[in-house]
């Protein structure tokens, strides 16, 4: 039987929880090491290795290298571990002084001078993006359903119907007032980017009522460009659909709860790296 572990740097354990609402696995596979519910020191050699979370501090840059030795797969999970996420909200100034203002953190794992994705520093094979991803998105990296179909955007899944004649002049804010079943949520003046995202989440969010935030990432199709393609491609959808300004689209998507997402593939651009193959995306 094939072995995995799971390791865990700086996030949140949403990944491991929604890891733990995926059972498929348990007939291919045998956990060796998730810290999360497995007490075990070391990481022996395993077929598959997930990692969530970002490089945040020493520890987790000692951990990541020992961890990557040893595993026949390398998979990042999670916006974390692909971008840096929630923990990169540290990176700010502020955010460090005010950690590090209590005497007794001074003698926790030393803070890196900022977050880094996981593949700044270890060679990933697959990135499974999502905060978190889905069960469904671990079950498909697992255990390879072949009836596993991702589709290309979160619009495919979302099932919500696009109005040319329904046009909000303004973005209203998140969750704030009714939500109409059945149509987009553009059209009622919420900023949803589901139209750039790539699929495979079967869109929980907006089938509910609240805006994607693009947590998947870019699709295929944007995936390998500037962020900038992304903008426009969002940007487009709104014309069609709004007659909210651009400015005022363009200040929303650098909002702090939507930039967290939309740059995730999008951090190696301008800096001499080449993005992430879309191939190695799922
Ligand atoms: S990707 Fe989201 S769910 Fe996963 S560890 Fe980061 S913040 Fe938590
Ligand atoms: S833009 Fe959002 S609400 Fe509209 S169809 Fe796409 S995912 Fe659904
Ligand atoms: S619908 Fe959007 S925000 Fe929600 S899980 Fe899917 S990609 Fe993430």
């Not at 572990?5 to 956990?31: P, T």
């Not at 149509?183 to 869109?203: H, V």
């Not at 909210?244 to 995730?264: A, D, T």
Request: charged content about 20%; overall charge positive.
């Amino acid at each position: 039987m094939k072995t995995f572990a799971v390791l865990q740097l700086s996030g949140c354990a949403g990944c491991e929880v929604s890891l733990l609402n995926a059972d498929a696995w348990i007939r291919a596979y045998r956990l060796v090491y998730m810290p999360l519910v497995i007490s075990a020191y070391d990481m022996p050699p395993v077929d598959v290795l997930l990692i969530s979370g970002g490089v945040r501090t020493d520890e987790d840059l000692y951990n990541l290298h020992r961890a990557t030795r040893c595993a026949g797969q390398v998979v990042a999970v999670g916006t974390c571990a692909i971008s840096g996420g929630v923990p990169s909200l540290g990176d700010r100034y502020e955010v460090r002084d005010l950690f590090l203002a209590e005497e007794g953190r001074r003698h926790v794992p030393r803070l890196l001078p900022r977050c880094h994705p996981i593949d700044s520093a270890a060679p990933v094979d697959l990135y499974l993006p999502g905060c978190p991803p889905t069960p469904e998105l671990f079950m498909a990296v697992l255990a390879r359903p072949s009836d596993f179909h991702a589709s290309r955007i979160i619009c495919q899944e979302c099932g919500r119907k696009k109005l040319r004649d329904m046009r909000p002049a303004h973005l209203i804010g998140f969750q704030y007032g009714h939500v109409l079943p059945d149509i987009c949520l553009i059209n009622q003046g919420f900023l949803c980017i589901g139209s750039s995202t790539r699929g495979g989440c079967r869109a929980p969010c907006p089938r509910a009522g609240h805006p994607c935030v693009g947590c998947r990432g870019p699709s295929d199709a944007l995936i390998e460009g500037e962020s900038s393609a992304w903008f426009d491609s969002i940007q487009r959808v709104f014309s069609a659909l709004t007659d909210v300004p651009v400015e005022e689209v363009q200040k929303g998507l650098r909002s702090p709860q939507l930039s967290l997402f939309l740059f995730q593939f999008s951090d190696y651009s301008g800096k001499g790296r080449p993005p992430r193959p879309k191939e190695k995306v799922l």
